[in-house]
């Protein structure tokens, strides 16, 4: 039971994300909502690059449109006008809007809504880091490996003094140092 409090699953994580984007940005309109559920039920590799909206951003998106001809709630009647739009906003933020949203950018409205929506990045786990959790639930972000020659505080006993702490990623071989125990048996 306290193994299923410490890892859970995949829906109960999904479960927390979109709850703390709902607690996080109470006034997300429909469309960043599904969105924020497609963030939380991706998993770990995110290819979306994070982004914390200036406080000037509105007035920066509307200086871009009104230069291109639009008016502050008008729609793009053309695809090269919001192409081009889309391209100033890109040159002048450095924060470009993804394929996958391209459909739902209907207006200028649309686009001061995307930009003005900050985009975090973070996984799941690292969200846990950072959340103020219950006294009795601690998240620990580096792994505790004994090794008999860097440990020391007791004289390099281990309380298992049988047993080897083998590392078999190729990753964390890097990362960690493994040992093998000396064995009273040939």
Known sequence: ML???????????????VRHVQKKFPKVDKKFQAEAESLAARGFLRPTKGWDPPANIEETIAKICTS????PNSTFDALE??????KACFEETGY?????RLHSI???DDLQDFYSTPVDKATPFE????MDLPKNLHVQPDVVR????????????????????????LKTKKKYEGYEAKRSWP
Request: aromatic share 6%; proline share 7%; with cysteine.
């Open 68 to 71: 291109h001809g639009l008016k």
């Open 146 to 169: 004994f090794h008999p020659e860097k440990d020391t505080k007791f004289g390099g006993l281990s309380a298992f003094p049988k047993s080897s702490t083998i590392v078999s990623g």
């Open 127 to 130: 969200a846990l880091k950072r």
């Open 3 to 17: 193994r299923n409090l410490l890892q859970p699953s995949c829906k109960n994580l999904q479960v927390i994300i």
């Open 96 to 100: 470009d809007v993804p394929n996958s």
């Open 106 to 108: 209907e207006s200028v």
């Open 81 to 86: 006008k919001k192409y081009a739009v889309l």
